[in-house]
């Protein structure tokens, strides 16, 4: 395929960022590599990155129609959209609606407990500490971000689970729980960052009741479930049914 994109600004685990001839924009591409437990399981999946960019690039949508800033700009390709140059704010923000994952293990909270409000939990973004949960008082010693915007992460974080737990149930998708990584726009201005996929959400399919077969997100790669893709596809379809016509960019 040929785009035209300028140099490699960054490469993680499941995206490249490249430059433009606009100092305020960026194209991100989105990758096949699945990757899991701070990339200790490391797969090549066909078309996951198709899938993730066409999702990420509806749910963007459905944040601003909602009023919440993003990066996104647009579409570009299939597997590529162009973005605002951001500086992304080193913490993950982890809200949580029903109990699963990392919480029911660190915690005696039985999974599938409802919660409300939803909990949110952020943590230290970096790979080499393997992106730890912090206090409080830990984020405040590491002085990431002002008390300030501390408030403005919490509140956008919440507005955007509020457009989006609605918007998933609409289409029989149970948004449990998902993570955010934020950023601060040229014009300084705090934007929801990243991408939201199944590979950052956990979404349960409320057409069964089977405790595997409705996991339609990472966690099937994760636990070794099968169908990953097939799960990806499914989100997307319900997705796409929804938000047809994606603005194009390119
Ligand atoms: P956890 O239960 O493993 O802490 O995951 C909470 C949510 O965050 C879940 O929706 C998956 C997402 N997540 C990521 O997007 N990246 C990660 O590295 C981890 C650990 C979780
Ligand atoms: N971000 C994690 C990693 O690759 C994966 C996850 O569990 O979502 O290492």
Request: aromatic content about 6%; hydrophobic content about 40%; proline content about 4%.
């Amino acid at each position: 395929m040929t785009l035209s994109h300028g140099a490699l600004l960054y490469e993680g685990k499941a995206k490249r960022v490249y430059a433009v001839d606009q100092d305020d924009r960026v194209l991100v591409e989105y990758k096949n590599d699945a990757t899991a437990f701070n990339a200790l399981k490391r797969e090549q999946i066909e078309d996951k990155g198709r899938l993730n960019c066409q999702i990420s690039a509806r749910l963007f949508e459905v944040l601003e129609r909602d009023g919440i800033p993003t990066h996104y700009l647009g579409l570009v390709d299939e597997t590529w959209m162009a973005v605002q140059k951001v500086e992304v704010i080193p913490l993950e923000v982890v809200l949580r609606n029903v109990a699963t994952g990392s919480l029911c293990k660190q915690t005696p909270i039985a999974p599938g407990t409802s919660l409300e409000p939803a909990l949110l939990d952020l943590y230290y973004k970096d790979d080499a500490f393997g992106d730890p949960l912090l206090t409080e008082a830990r984020l405040e010693l590491l002085q990431l971000v002002t008390a300030e915007q501390r408030v403005a992460i919490e509140r956008l974080a919440r507005h955007v689970n509020a457009a989006l737990v609605p918007f998933f149930r609409s289409l029989d998708l149970q948004l449990v729980d998902f993570k955010l990584e934020l950023g601060c726009n040229t014009a300084g201005e705090l934007v929801v960052a990243d991408e939201i996929s199944p590979d950052t959400c956990r979404l349960w399919d409320l057409r069964t009741t089977d405790p595997q077969e409705r996991i339609l997100d990472k966690d099937r790669f994760r636990q070794d479930l099968g169908g990953v893709i097939e799960a990806y596809g499914e989100v997307c379809k319900r997705v796409q049914g929804a938000c047809p016509n994606p603005r194009n960019c390119g």
